[in-house]
């Protein structure tokens, strides 16, 4: 397959992601109308899509290149989720939405282009970290948002709206549509078909989930003495998010690894978490920052030929773990401020109104 093909399939891939995200998270998160939620998803992934697009023909070298449509995918996926932590804080759409658009265009693209796009602003490719599935500007940086969103929102958030059993099912049919939809992502964002990387992507992302459904659960288990369905579909998502970074660089040994280790810190961290506070939107944080931060530490440590394992150097380990930080601590002023901003408009619309 050429460039256009698999840039096409990464693309769409993504894209088809959103819908089942949508009903995944709306299940025990948002409790919405059910057309309020989805004219707001669309809004909002449709908006992120417009403003990297801007983005990319103002900053040469990302006009035309392979990635800048997979890049927009990525980019609707992030803008959605940075949403779900204001929406669920929040009955406003505007402040979700505001926060959602001005995230993407401040912290998603800068970072996107520094890891994606390096040569673009003078970065060597080998002087960067590897993130084959954009771990660091979706999921670190959206799990990082949530964080402080959760944090300073206590106070003005809504009363939480999980309460409502999901429906398991519905759970289930979606993680399989999001699994399945990311392996393609995965495949596509290679850019090149070829008998030894292709297959390990595609092994390594059965191999991490699956894993990663067994640490959650085991965690879930030990925790509650329960097993279920909805622990299932989170571990899976710990596995994707966590694989994500380098499934073409990992030995399947090392996927699995990588996906228990996600599943267990992931469940310990939500489940501390939603206990404390009553919130089960900490699920965000947990699942995707976390797992996010493990698969790009793993793959300092086990990434085939480079890694510490194998090579006995620290550069690409300190390279995977600078990158983490720098991203953790932009993202979290970033979205400080912004969340800031968009209560300050929420409020005043509350005292106009009232």
């Known amino acids: 397959m050429n460039h256009i093909a698999l840039t096409?399939?990464?693309?769409?891939?993504?894209?088809?992601?959103?819908?089942?995200?949508?009903?995944?998270?709306?299940?025990?998160?948002?409790?919405?109308?059910?057309?309020?939620?989805?004219?707001?998803?669309?809004?909002?992934?449709?908006?992120?899509?417009?403003?990297?697009?801007?983005?990319?023909?103002?900053?040469?070298?990302?006009?035309?290149?392979?990635?800048?449509?997979?890049?927009?995918?990525?980019?609707a996926v992030g803008g959605f989720l940075a949403s779900l932590t204001v929406r669920d804080t929040t009955s406003h759409p505007i402040p979700a939405a505001l926060f959602s658009w001005i995230w993407t265009a401040?912290?998603?693209?800068?970072?996107?282009?520094?890891?994606l796009f390096p040569t673009?602003?003078?970065?060597?490719?080998?002087?960067?970290?590897?993130?084959?599935?954009?771990?660091?500007?979706?999921?670190?940086?959206?799990?990082?948002?949530?964080?402080?969103?959760?944090?300073?929102?206590?106070?003005?958030?809504?009363?939480?709206?999980?309460?409502?059993?999901?429906r398991s099912w519905l759970l289930l049919a979606c993680g399989v549509v999001i699994w399945g939809g990311w392996l393609m992502a995965f495949v596509g964002l290679e850019l090149t078909i070829d008998s030894v990387v292709t297959p390990r992507i595609v092994l390594n992302s059965l191999i991490?989930?699956?894993?990663?459904?067994?640490?959650?659960?085991i965690v879930e288990r030990i925790l509650t003495a329960t097993t279920t369905a909805m622990g299932a579909?989170?571990?899976?998502?710990?596995?994707?998010?966590?694989?994500?970074?380098?499934?073409?660089?990992?030995?399947?040994?090392?996927?699995?690894?990588?996906?228990?280790?996600?599943?267990?810190?992931?469940a310990l961290f939500v489940t501390r978490r939603v206990r404390s506070t009553g919130r089960h939107a900490w699920f965000i944080v947990g699942v995707h920052a976390v797992?996010?931060?493990?698969?790009?530490?793993?793959?300092?440590?086990?990434?085939?030929s480079f890694g510490l394992v194998y090579d006995g150097q620290l550069t690409l380990l300190e390279t995977q773990v600078a990158s983490i930080v720098a991203v953790l601590l932009w993202s979290g002023l970033i979205s400080l401020l912004l969340w800031l901003g968009v209560r300050a408009v929420a409020l005043r619309r509350e005292r106009r109104i009232g």
Do not use: K
Not at 106 to 115: E, H, R, T
Not at 208 to 217: E, M, N, R
């Open 233 to 266: 579909v989170s571990g899976l998502f710990c596995g994707i998010v966590a694989i994500s970074a380098g499934s073409a660089w990992f030995i399947p040994l090392w996927a699995g690894v990588t996906g228990v280790l996600a599943g267990i810190l992931g």
């Open 120 to 166: 673009s602003v003078g970065i060597p490719v080998t002087a960067g970290p590897l993130d084959l599935g954009g771990a660091l500007p979706v999921q670190v940086a959206v799990g990082t948002g949530g964080l402080v969103v959760l944090t300073v929102a206590r106070r003005w958030a809504v009363e939480d709206r999980s309460h409502v059993r999901p």
């Open 208 to 217: 991490a989930p699956l894993c990663g459904i067994v640490g959650w659960l």
């Open 8 to 75: 096409l399939v990464a693309t769409l891939a993504i894209l088809a992601v959103i819908p089942a995200m949508s009903v995944q998270y709306r299940e025990f998160l948002d409790r919405t109308g059910l057309r309020a939620s989805i004219g707001l998803t669309v809004a909002i992934s449709a908006g992120s899509v417009l403003i990297w697009l801007l983005i990319s023909f103002l900053v040469p070298g990302l006009l035309g290149s392979p990635l800048e449509f997979p890049t927009a995918a990525l980019a």
């Open 291 to 304: 797992s996010a931060a493990i698969g790009l530490a793993m793959v300092g440590v086990f990434g085939s």
């Open 106 to 115: 401040l912290v998603f693209a800068p970072v996107a282009i520094l890891v």
